[in-house]
T-cell receptor
Framework: GAVVSQHPSRVICKSGTSVKIECRSL??????MFWYRQFPKQSLMLMAT?????????EQGVEKDKFLINHASLTLSTLTVTSAHPEDSSFYIC??????????FGPGTRLTVL | AQKITQTQPGMFVQEKEAVTLDCTYD???????LFWYKQPSSGEMIFLIY??????QNATEGRYSLNFQKARKSANLVISASQLGDSAMYFC?????????????FGSGTRLQVQP
């Protein structure tokens, strides 16, 4: 099956710093990638839809200036958490959509903000 | 209204027995897709099984089968012959392509614990 990678898998940062998370589709081109956030013992909540070459579409309640998304190529989308605070600590998972409309998930990134 | 409802926060099952994880959904779109994912403690989302709204037969994948009851809007996952490695969170999810929303909407999940 198709492979989606995320980097880093785990990151700890100080409050106020910015953190960039990469999501790559390794063996297929993904015109659309999705970013989800999962708090402990909760479900995955969609944050935004990332479309190659255009602006991301954010879900209601998600601050676009805080969670910057860039989808510069058909195999890479990045999520930057700007001025991170402890309440941003979460598990961030991306998924990439193939041309056949199948979605593959990355392994996730665990962010801890001190 | 919740799009996807999983009413069982936690389930226990004895090894080698079958278990059913419940999922009901709400949509007015005639075309939709239903998914089940397994999430072990490592966090990765493992795709298990898919059912399209127009599929005539219930989906099966190895030990996983989906009990699709369209009129009742339910898509329960049946795991046969449970194994210790099946202990994980299980999420039901739906996609409604005609709404223009390509992302999945997830239920709240069910934590399954398989006991020896």
């Amino acid at each position: 099956g198709a492979v989606v990678s995320q980097h880093p898998s785990r990151v700890i940062c100080k409050s106020g710093t910015s953190v960039k998370i990469e999501c790559r589709s390794l063996d297929f081109q993904a015109t659309t990638m999705f970013w989800y956030r999962q708090f402990p013992k909760q479900s995955l909540m969609l944050m935004a839809t990332s479309n190659e070459g255009s602006k991301a579409t954010y879900e209601q309640g998600v601050e676009k200036d805080k969670f910057l998304i860039n989808h510069a190529s058909l195999t890479l989308s990045t999520l930057t958490v700007t001025s991170a605070h402890p309440e941003d600590s979460s598990f961030y998972i991306c998924s990439a959509r193939t041309r056949e409309d199948t979605q593959y998930f990355g392994p996730g990134t665990r962010l801890t903000v001190l | 209204a919740q799009k996807i409802t999983q009413t069982q926060p936690g389930m226990f099952v004895q090894e080698k027995e079958a278990v059913t994880l419940d999922c009901t959904y709400d949509t007015s779109d005639p075309s939709y897709g239903l998914f089940w994912y397994k999430q072990p403690s490592s966090g990765e989302m493992i795709f298990l099984i898919y059912q399209g709204s127009y599929d005539q037969q219930n989906a099966t994948e190895g030990r996983y089968s989906l009990n699709f009851q369209k009129a009742r809007k339910s898509a329960n996952l049946v795991i046969s012959a449970s194994q210790l490695g099946d202990s994980a969170m299980y999420f039901c999810a739906m996609r409604e392509p005609n709404t223009g929303r390509r992302a999945l909407t997830f239920g709240s999940g069910t934590r399954l614990q398989v006991q020896p």
